[in-house]
């Protein structure tokens, strides 16, 4: 019970923080230069007045303080606004719930594998410090810290999906395949298996494979050098020795004691590492050539789109907040010296 | 004979030590050691003695400068050392190492485009028949500058940010640290890219986003270091002598509370320059920049069959960034040698 009350209150300290986010990329959003309708460098037709009649419209010739509150308000009201320039009059959150879960779904799926992996790899190479499979390890996590998403990508796409033909290069889908008939979670992969389209699921998931890698890769990478630190940390304080002392065997004394206290920051920073995950599947989605998150938020800065910029920005950071919030109660569980 | 070649090996000896060197049994060199003076300075605890005090602080130093150096001999740091300064040699002599110019490679537009490396262009040509070797010298310019000069913009706000917000407290901590928690609660990508827009697609506007928004992550460091310092007994004491509060805040508690953002900044550097790569990645650059990223981008929709011209950028980028880290994991090692890396 005490735990749904913490999860409550921590729920509760993120709204003004929510707040906060929105007031910024509003006003950061209004303070770029051009307007949906009207973009700096591009050639448009239609005359001035037209234009000014348009913003008049949409009411954007408002003083700003007055758009936020009216943006405010009707946010809380569920209405979104529409769609300015990229696809005008559609409903944002309509073309938000069709691009999104596809950078949520690589998201979430790399930060689950990456944990799993990561924190065993980081294990296996404290515990065999200074052996060839620790040095092997470092090596090649190093390696992925310093790698960048997008030139990863590339590079499997060229080696594996032009050379070796293993893997389709782009696109989400085997041109020709339907869409899911029906949209449960809006995740592409849930929804298949859900509605028991097997071909589509395999389909899907093939399309998934370099992306998902690319991604795990650089976070394993990240969660293995942390986890490793932290339990070196952990293995040279005074209760693993007597753990050992106590004839404890060495698999118990590794994964009982010791993991369970290098586990607490670990996770920590796989809450935290989220934002970048996020920011990895932006530049993946370019690579790949995934229709999600990251090609329409360019396409709407680029286009001055208001309404789909706030949007978009707000969705991520909600994500991303919620994600900090689910790590730290997944804290309070697993460590019972945490009060809530 | 012998006694001719003992008395030269003493005068090579006495040139390296810089006095004569008397070579001495085991109890010669004790006795000189174990002065009544020395004996009651170790042996008892509240013993003082203003010249054998001054001569154990100089081998302390002495001492833990050499271990410092010694820590830093690791391997992979020399290896990183290399590679920063083999980019930053690039980075300066581009157009020496290259054989090109500026104009060569980023204003005219050569018939020559996608060649397959060649004598005349090692790997390659790219986009608009440029070389894809002296870009790949000539963007360490863009990265180390744009990588160095924000990282210093982050470490100084982030630096003053984070003190006043642990010296102050009240109301001034909270509104700083709660600007913080919206700012870094917004993936910085998408954040950078949207700062980016309203100030423009120029490199000054670009080092300053990620400068200014990366000034939230020092920021909190720098507090949590130096909240532990407001209670210390030296700050009060400082406080009494009459020292005013800024003199307080960054002559004392600053200096003992940055070490942790000296260790993390080498390694920051890397994921700066990664950060950037990225940005010009997704068409955010500033035009006309020969930047590793932008590069990648411009070549990769011809990676059927011209691969060098996006593989290659990319090098440069991971080679650039794995210095600075192997760096920075060998200087946290050296100057923090409990955790591991």
């Known amino acids: 019970m005490s735990l749904l009350k913490y999860t409550i209150r921590r729920l509760l300290m993120t709204i003004p923080i929510i707040f906060g986010v929105i007031f910024l990329t509003f006003m950061l959003s209004r303070l770029m230069p051009g307007n ?19 913003l008049e419209q949409y009411g954007l010739n408002d003083p700003l303080i007055v758009q936020f509150l009216k943006y405010l308000g009707n946010m809380l009201r569920g209405e979104w606004g529409v769609s300015l ?6 409903d944002v959150w309509e073309l938000i719930m069709v691009k999104f879960p596809v950078t949520l779904e690589l998201g979430i799926y790399t930060t689950v594998i990456s944990s799993l992996i990561g924190i065993r790899t980081g294990v296996y190479s404290a515990v065999h410090r200074n052996k060839p499979g620790d040095a092997l390890i ?10 960048p998403v997008f030139w990863l990508g590339i590079l499997l796409q060229y080696l594996l999906s032009i050379k070796l033909s293993l893997f389709p290069t782009i696109g989400i889908a085997t041109p020709g395949y339907p869409d899911p008939p029906v949209t449960i979670t809006s995740f592409r992969l849930i929804d298949c298996l859900l509605t028991g389209q097997f071909g589509l699921f395999i389909d899907t998931a093939w399309h998934y494979i370099l992306p998902v890698f690319c991604l795990s890769f650089i976070q394993i990478a990240g969660i293995t050098r942390f986890a490793r630190s932290s339990m070196l940390e952990v293995l040279e304080l005074d209760y693993i020795r007597s ?26 920073i796989i809450g935290f590492r989220f934002g970048s995950v996020l920011s990895g599947a932006i530049m993946t989605e370019t690579t790949f050539n995934l229709k999600g998150f990251g090609m329409l938020f360019v ?42 | 004979m012998v006694e001719q070649k003992l008395i030269k090996k003493q005068d090579e000896l006495s040139l390296i030590y810089g006095e004569t060197y008397r070579p001495g049994s085991f109890r010669e060199q004790l006795k000189e050691i174990l002065t009544p003076k020395y004996l009651l300075y170790i042996l008892s605890p509240g013993a003082e003695d203003e010249e054998i005090e001054r001569r154990d602080f100089e081998m302390n130093k002495f001492k833990s400068k050499r271990s410092f150096i010694r820590r830093l001999k690791a391997p992979l740091t020399i290896v990183g050392i290399i590679i920063v300064f083999m980019v930053s040699t690039w980075a300066v002599f581009g157009h020496w190492i290259s054989f090109y110019s500026y104009r060569d ?18 790997f390659g040509t790219g986009d608009a028949g440029r070389d894809v070797w002296g870009r790949l010298i000539w ?57 980016v827009s309203v100030m423009g697609y ?108 996006a593989i290659w950028p990319g090098i440069g980028i991971i080679i650039t960034v794995l210095g600075f880290m192997l760096l920075g994991d060998g200087l946290r090692d050296a100057l923090d040698p409990r955790t591991k890396v």
Request: charge should be positive; glycine fraction near 8%.
């Open chain 1, 36 to 54: 949906p309708f009207l973009q700096p460098g591009i050639f448009v037709k239609g005359n001035p007045e037209y234009i000014r009649a348009l």
């Open chain 1, 85 to 90: 320039a990229i696809a005008p009059q559609v």
């Open chain 1, 138 to 147: 470092r090596t090649v996590a190093i390696f992925g810290v310093a790698i």
């Open chain 1, 243 to 268: 753990a050992r002392a106590k004839g404890c065997k060495e698999r118990d004394v590794i994964n009982k004691h010791a993991l369970k206290n290098a586990l607490i920051p670990t996770i920590t």
């Open chain 1, 299 to 340: 396409d709407a800065i680029n286009n001055r789109d208001y309404f789909v910029i706030n949007a978009l920005t707000f969705m991520i950071t909600f994500v991303f907040i919620i994600a900090v919030v689910l790590v730290d109660v997944l804290y309070a569980v697993i460590d019972p010296r945490i009060r809530y």
């Open chain 2, 105 to 122: 490679l980023a204003v005219v537009l050569h018939p020559t485009t996608f060649q397959p490396p060649s004598f005349e262009h090692p």
């Open chain 2, 139 to 195: 963007g360490a310019r863009a990265s180390l500058t744009l990588g160095l000069t924000s990282i210093t913009i982050s470490v100084v706000g982030g630096v003053i940010l984070g003190t006043i917000a642990a010296y102050k407290g009240g109301w001034i901590e909270n509104l700083i640290m709660r600007m913080c928690d919206v700012v870094s609660s917004i993936p910085g990508l998408v954040l950078t890219i949207i700062v």
């Open chain 2, 202 to 309: 120029e490199v000054t506007n670009i080092l300053l986003a990620w400068g200014l928004l990366g000034i939230t992550g020092y920021t909190y460091l720098m507090r949590s270091a130096a909240i532990s310092q407001r209670a210390m007994t030296y700050v009060e004491s400082a406080k009494v002598s009459g020292a005013s509060e800024w003199r307080v805040m960054f002559r004392h508690i600053l200096p003992n509370s940055i070490a942790p953002i000296i260790v993390s900044v080498s390694f920051d550097i890397g994921g700066m320059i990664l950060g950037l790569a990225g940005l010009s990645f997704l068409g955010f650059g500033a035009e006309n920049m020969i930047e590793w990223g932008a590069d990648v981008a411009d070549n990769k929709s011809r990676l059927v069959n011209a691969p060098w011209a």
